[in-house]
């Protein structure tokens, strides 16, 4: 008798455990899940926006004012970058002082940024070389064409040659100006842009 009392014992508790955890689950299953926390938003610092008003060329300008910028490998056109930071950030790697030629041939790429911006829509490039800054001498007068009131010129391929009567070793002046500028080229100075580039 008293192990069946035991038995019964043992049967009432289980009866009761499982009651319990039955009434722990409902309650479990009742309490609302807890919401997803919201995604952090992105520091401000980190979203940039361009200046308004103010394109590549506008930036790279002004960075550039009444220079002449030479390479050796072709630059591409500013509307290839993003920001005029970052066509100023390439010119300043891709420019050149010198340049290598071959059996008296060189081939330059260039971009001017005109100050002031010539009303204009054609222009010359005028090569005096200016080895000897006492004997400055006009080497070559180039025509090239643009449109009017453009900030920035663009000159892919120029081609210099020994024949033209440019020598290795000499540094060279090249700048811009107007087409229907005389006095310039006769060789005053009344120049838009200009830079120096040495033929190596």
Avoid: C
Avoid at 2 to 23: I, K, N, P, Q, T
Avoid at 40 to 49: G, N, Q, V
Avoid at 90 to 110: C, D, I, N, P
């Amino acid at each position: 008798m008293r192990r069946d009392g035991s038995e019964v014992g043992m049967a009432f508790w289980f009866l009761v455990l499982g009651f319990l955890v039955l009434m722990i689950g409902r309650a479990r299953a009742a309490d609302p899940a807890p919401e997803a926390a919201p995604a952090p938003s992105a520091p401000s610092a980190l979203i940039t926006t361009p200046a308004p008003g103010l394109s590549a060329v506008d930036v790279a300008a002004k960075a550039f004012r009444g220079q002449v910028v030479f390479s050796d490998v072709l630059i591409a056109p500013a509307s290839e970058f993003p920001s005029g930071d970052a066509l100023v950030g390439a010119l300043q790697r891709l420019k050149r002082s010198t340049v290598q030629g071959t059996e008296g041939f060189w081939r330059l790429h260039m971009v001017a940024f005109p100050s002031p911006v010539p009303t204009t829509g054609t222009y010359r490039l005028r090569a005096t070389d200016t080895t000897n800054p006492k004997e400055r001498k006009r080497v070559k007068v180039f025509e090239i064409g643009g449109q009017t009131g453009q900030a920035e010129l663009e000159v892919k391929d120029l081609v210099l040659t020994d024949v033209m009567g440019f020598k290795p070793g000499h540094r060279y002046e090249i700048a811009v100006v107007s087409s229907g500028d005389d006095e310039a080229a006769a060789g005053k100075e009344d120049v838009y842009a200009q830079g120096v580039i040495t033929l190596m």
